[in-house]
């Protein structure tokens, strides 16, 4: 069975008239409204985006690598009828000087990283793969705090390649950020 085309294909415009704080992207022509995220799903976007941010969102020599533009649910604008609000995005600040701004930011990013939830995983894995892969997205990570694994997928023409999986306490260097380790446990922390 094939999924039914929708008879209006959503852009960017469709979403901007949608009520303040509705948390949606457009997929293949679609709103889809995103769930509210839950402990586990803001824990580990935090965790990530955490020390990310600190060694990379600065300019270089200001006591991290550097180099990067990181920033948390922005819409990204692929073509008219892909617009996604990534949990995690970034852009190499030699390939994009000037922060990107607007709404939606129509650079193509140069990292993108999905939290999974039973709501996305679907979209995540398969729809935004795909328009990622066409875009040319360099990394695509996927974390998933049910499993709490981390999977690092590496652009290449026939498709993405994994180059990384790792989970629970691993302690890992994953591209594009592998000049700092990154501590898995902190996007899986447990309740004490």
């Given at each position: 069975m094939t999924a039914a085309t929708p008879t209006h294909?959503?852009?960017?415009?469709?979403?901007?008239?949608l009520p303040p704080g509705t948390r949606a992207e457009i997929v293949d022509g679609e709103i889809v409204e995103k769930a509210s995220p839950t402990p586990e799903?803001?824990?580990?976007?935090?965790g990530l985006g955490a020390q990310i941010?600190?060694?990379?969102?600065?300019?270089?020599?200001?006591?991290?690598?550097?180099?990067?533009?990181?920033?948390?649910?922005?819409?990204?604008?692929?073509?008219?009828?892909?617009?996604?609000?990534?949990?995690?995005?970034?852009?190499r600040r030699e390939r994009s000087p000037r922060r990107p701004t607007g709404s939606p930011v129509a650079i193509r990013p140069d990292w993108v990283c999905e939290v999974l939830s039973a709501s996305n995983a679907q979209n995540d894995l398969v729809r935004k793969l795909r328009t990622l892969q066409r875009a040319g997205v360099p990394h695509y990570w996927l974390v998933d705090p049910e499993?709490?694994?981390?999977?690092?997928l590496r652009w290449m023409p026939e498709g993405y390649l994994a180059a990384l999986t790792a989970g629970g306490d691993d302690v890992v260097r994953a591209e594009p950020f592998e000049a700092v380790e990154l501590d898995l446990s902190v996007l899986f922390e447990e309740t004490a």
């Open positions: 294909l959503a852009t960017a415009a469709d979403l901007a008239g799903h803001g824990v580990a976007q935090l941010f600190n060694a990379f969102h600065r300019r270089i020599g200001a006591g991290g690598p550097g180099g990067w533009w990181l920033m948390t649910e922005v819409e990204v604008e692929y073509d008219p009828h892909q617009v996604y609000r990534h949990d995690l995005v970034g852009w499993h709490r694994t981390l999977t690092v």
